[in-house]
């Protein structure tokens, strides 16, 4: 599904370079759940934010379903994250001002997705994450477990071939956090690709397999469930 | 999309409600007042419009090819032309020869309906019985057809028909002029509208000139420059044609003049191509757009400060595949969204102002937008140009926030591409307010100027009182009774007054090249003129009782002198009807007319000291006592002149009636109310800048003043960078501000002082420090750690 290939990021300020990864391999396949652990400042929101397109590296190559992207553009960036990719943030990153649906909404915004269509495809996700009833609540009006199940919803709407998640469970208590690693296992199962970041042995215990990451390398790999490709 | 954008921005609008009203405050009052300055302008030019035949009608003006500083057009020509030459040609479908009533120049004509209650009204004219035609005429009582064709008769507006007859109906009645011509009314019609050019109060039939005036053979004279001709050309009729055709009309009688045909459309803000007040209007225009600019950067700028609170919105649409160009346009419809709605506020603003502005332009002529559906069209485009425009800058910077550093909400990418640009617009916004404020000085300034600075003569303690009577005593022994009252301090008799301008004639005068004629205006005056209006000598003397021979000899002023390159002017001549008349001395120059206009050569020449003339008393009365003098004057008056009409005025009337002054005092109000708007928007806008900056430093100000910064380098800290940029729009305005006092029209200028651009700028320095201190004094006083916990 992913790989890449000597992918090496640098930050650059006036005074000071860090580097956030260093050539760096990595595969994910399709249907595959990975965690990816670490400790602060290891890399691994940047190759997070790296293979959701939100950033890019300074070196290497990004194979994204066999093409390769690095070199990709802007507007090439937006058409591939567009329906592919969903992002589920610690923070949620939900928008204050949008409601529940609203939120969820945005994805299919983006694709222009019209009138009944749309409004079909929000409720049904809805529902299915058992956030239906509070579909006009603003954000603030939720709890952190509930706006993660939104924020999950709006991730996976699209139907995204991968789904990124950046600590997902970071600002919830456990019975939240346990919800919503369901989810995501249940999401997997249903064949969506995940690659999760986490600082939970816990939650990362749930993956097929778990990288960590230490200033910028891959240290070690660990096999939690043996993974068959369903096809 | 649309509707998402829509409701998310309504939300935030309403989230944050003080930057909110701030924002929109600035854009409607904008707004407002760009439409209130177009429809000013629009008004302006187009002037006239009611008459059904707008643009076919034409005046016959004359250009005079002659020297410089004499006035170069005449929008009258002789009677003889018009009926002679006129006439034959085919591409008039209707002419009609216009002449004034006694002197238009002067105060008027005394109507009145029992020779008790008597109406001093300008502005009547004797004219053909196709004027009515050529005009739109709206009667409503008798009609066009019979209204000028009965000798003695009189056509009156309303309004006069209303004073004389205190509203009762006039069609039928008589009444007198000057208590001598007995007058029958044939017609009454509706006031002409305030945006005439030519708005007459009252009509008599060009029928009855000889007879109300002497004068037979006016239609044969080539030499009387004093009769105005409208003309309706035929339908598809080459105005240029007609004027090849009588461009060389006069040139049997005098060669250097031409005739032309000037359109009504041009007569109001452009009657001669040029020396025109079209100046004016392109600074209002200027003016108008400034302001606009001035409220769209005011938007821009915050709209740009408040993006870094929309960044989280940004990342998240960014990753959720929202492209650029989908973010880009909801950032553009969104500044279209509210400056379409600031558009319709400020119409509505606009029309709630219009009677409070039309009281300032002292017209009754704007009125509501709405009915206006060309003015609805531009505004309704430049709203359109101006939302795009404002919504563009912000859509590129803030649609290119990286998104990883979006989702962080930090603005290091706002800060490093929109510093610099954000400099400039708070420049440029300095710069204009800077700039309007200084303008507004300056037009202030020269208006005073205009209306009460050194004219060259005393025009402080003057009455003045133009009589017409068929009387033809002396007026010495008048004088001498005024000048035994403690009240009155001098008296003269002349043809003409400052403010009155008499006609001339083309002169030869000695030393002059062969072929060389200037036009000399010319006027009568008596002995004491010089001394009545306080002029001065500056070589040779003034007319003296003690030299009879006096009456052959001449004044001039300092212009004539320079013009006829004299070194020494006393005792040369000047050749008048083949007589050569002497020159005995030099009047200093004062401004005779108008401070539009420039000097031009004057000849003064003994009056003879007969009331018959119809001349201009002038009375100086000891200063604080206008009162006593006043009835002092009317009791000597009236007893010398028991049989006619007249009214003693201050000459300050006359003065502030002067037309171009008039326009100048619309102007002055106008520039002043802008400068205030002006100043309003930028405070306004400021405010809501530095509300933001305040904001975004309630962090740094928490940690300052944890480690003991005091308020003073609080203060410092936060208002250098504003007041570096308020000096560098110092650059910019001062130097555009002095250009418009160059581009002033007007002959004369008020000297300009550097302290109306010092004071300027302290005025805008003391507000965005004001501004500055208000929001910094506010965040200082928050405790640190109600801040610091913030983040």
């Not at chain 1, 249940?186 to 215990?205: F, K």
């Not at chain 2, 044969?220 to 009769?227: L, T, V």
């Not at chain 2, 009545?532 to 001449?554: H, Q």
Request: glycine fraction near 6%; charge should be neutral.
């Amino acid at each position: 599904m992913i790989r890449t290939n000597q992918l090496t990021k640098v930050f650059r300020t006036e005074l000071i370079e860090t580097t956030a990864l260093r050539q760096v391999n990595f595969e994910v396949k399709k249907g595959e759940f990975v965690a990816i652990m670490g400790p602060s400042g290891c890399g691994k929101s940047t190759l997070l934010n790296i293979l959701g397109l939100l950033d890019d590296a300074n070196s290497g190559l990004y194979f994204f379903d066999g093409t390769e992207v690095s070199a990709f553009n802007e507007n090439q960036r937006t058409q591939l994250r567009k329906g592919n990719i969903g992002f589920v943030f610690q923070s949620f990153n939900l928008i204050d001002e949008l409601s529940v649906y609203e939120n969820v909404e945005l994805p299919l915004v983006a694709l222009r997705i019209q009138g009944n269509a749309r409004r079909k495809t929000v409720d049904e996700m809805l529902d299915r994450m058992h956030i239906g009833h509070r579909k006009d609540h603003f954000p603030r009006q939720l709890s952190g477990g509930q706006q993660q199940r939104v924020a999950i919803a709006r991730a996976v709407i699209t139907n995204p071939k991968l789904i990124l998640a950046d600590e997902p469970t970071g600002n919830l208590d456990s019975t939240n956090g346990e919800q919503v690693m369901q989810l995501l296992e249940q999401l997997n199962t249903e064949g969506t690709t995940i690659v999760m970041v986490t600082h939970s042995l816990h939650h990362a215990d749930r993956a097929h397999r778990v990288v960590n990451l230490f200033d910028g390398h891959i240290v070690t790999e660990r096999v939690e469930k043996i993974f068959s490709p369903l096809n | 999309m649309i509707r998402q954008s829509l409701l998310f921005f309504v939300r935030n609008l309403l989230k944050d409600k003080l930057f909110s009203v701030i924002n929109l405050t600035n854009l409607v009052t904008g707004f407002a007042t760009f439409i209130l300055i177009s429809q000013f302008i629009d008004m302006e030019l187009n002037w006239d419009i009611h008459n059904t035949h707008y643009d076919r009608i034409y005046r016959v003006q004359l250009f005079q090819d002659q020297q410089e500083n004499i006035v170069q057009h005449s929008s009258s020509i002789t009677a003889a032309f018009s009926r002679h030459d006129l006439v034959n040609l085919p591409e008039i479908e209707k002419i009609a020869l216009v002449h004034d009533v006694g002197d238009n120049n002067k105060d008027g004509v005394f109507l009145s309906a029992d020779k008790k209650n008597q109406f001093l009204i300008r502005y009547g004219y004797y004219a053909d019985q196709s004027v009515l035609e050529i005009f739109s005429f709206h009667f409503l009582e008798g009609g066009p057809d019979k209204a000028l064709t009965v000798p003695n008769s009189i056509v009156l507006s309303k309004d006069i028909a209303d004073r004389l007859f205190r509203g009762e109906k006039a069609l039928g009645r008589q009444l007198y002029a000057e208590n001598k011509a007995l007058l029958t009314v044939t017609g009454v019609y509706s006031d002409l509208p305030e945006n005439s050019e030519w708005r007459p109060r009252y009509l008599i039939p060009m029928k009855s000139f000889t007879a109300l005036t002497g004068w037979k053979d006016y239609e044969d004279n080539y030499w009387a420059y004093s009769f105005h001709t409208y003309v309706l050309l035929k339908e598809n009729a080459d105005p240029a044609g007609v004027d090849a055709k009588i461009h060389d009309a006069l040139k049997d009688y005098r060669k250097e003049h031409y005739p032309y045909l000037r359109p009504l459309s041009k007569l109001h803000v452009n009657p001669y191509f040029e020396n025109s007040m079209l100046n004016g209007y392109t600074l209002l225009s200027f003016i108008a757009t400034l302001i606009l600019v001035l409220s769209a950067i005011n938007y821009i700028n915050l709209q740009v400060a408040n993006a870094t609170t929309r960044m989280r919105e940004i990342g998240i649409k960014k990753s959720v595949g929202f492209s650029k160009r989908q973010l880009w346009s909801q950032f553009v419809f969104e500044s279209l969204f509210i400056t379409v709605l600031a558009a319709l506020a400020g119409m509505i603003l606009s029309h709630l102002a219009i009677p409070a502005f039309n009281k300032l332009i002292e017209k009754d002529v704007i009125t509501s937008v709405f009915t206006q559906p060309r003015l609805l069209v531009i505004i309704g485009s430049i709203t359109l140009v101006t939302g795009f425009l404002s919504g563009l800058y912000p859509a590129v910077v803030i649609a290119s926030f990286n998104p990883v550093v979006a989702l962080k909400q930090k603005a290091t990418s706002e800060e490093k591409n929109g510093i610099t640009l954000k400099k400039v617009l708070v420049t440029t916004q300095f710069s204009i307010s800077l700039f309007l404020l200084i303008v507004s000085f300056i037009v202030y300034r020269q208006t005073w100027y205009m209306a009460k600075g050194d004219l060259g003569f005393n025009s402080g303690n003057l009455l003045y009182a133009n009589i017409i009577t068929s009387k033809s005593g002396s007026f010495d022994p008048i004088r001498q009774r005024l000048l035994e009252h403690p009240e009155i301090q001098d008296a003269s008799f002349s043809d003409y007054i400052p403010f009155i301008l008499p006609g001339g004639n083309e002169l030869i005068w000695e030393d002059a090249l062969p072929g060389e004629k200037v036009f000399v205006r010319i006027n009568l005056v008596s002995y004491d003129f010089v001394s009545a209006f306080n002029l001065k000598i500056i070589t040779g003397r003034n007319f003296s009782r003690e030299y009879p021979s006096d009456v052959e000899k001449c004044l001039v002023n300092e212009t004539a002198v320079r013009i006829f390159r004299w070194k020494d002017p006393v005792g040369k001549h000047i050749q008048v009807n083949d007589k050569q008349v002497e020159v005995i001395g030099v009047i200093k120059d004062y401004i005779p007319f108008s401070v539009h206009n420039p000097i031009e050569p004057f000849m003064y020449r003994l009056i003879k000291d007969s009331a018959s003339l119809n001349g201009v008393y002038a009375i100086r009365y000891l200063p604080g006592k206008e009162k006593e003098a006043s009835a002092i004057v009317k009791e000597e008056f009236v007893q010398a002149f028991p049989d006619d009409v007249f009214e003693f005025k201050h000459i300050g009337f006359l003065i502030q009636n002067e037309n171009a002054l008039k326009v100048w005092i619309v102007f002055k109000k106008m520039c002043v109310f802008f400068a205030v708007i002006s100043i309003l928007i930028s405070s306004v806008g400021l405010f809501g800048l530095i509300l933001f900056f305040a904001r975004r430093k309630m962090k740094e100000i928490g940690i300052r003043k944890v480690l003991g910064f005091s308020m003073r380098s609080l203060y410092f800290t936060m208002s250098s960078g504003f007041i570096k940029l308020l000096l560098l729009s110092v650059i910019f305005a001062w130097p555009l501000a002095y250009g418009i006092y160059k581009y002033l029209p007007g002959a004369h200028k008020y000297p300009i002082q550097i302290w109306e651009f010092l004071l300027g700028s302290a005025i805008v320095l003391m507000l965005a420090l004001a501004t500055i201190s208000f929001q910094i004094v506010k965040a200082a006083k928050t405790k640190p750690v109600d801040v610091l916990k913030d983040e």
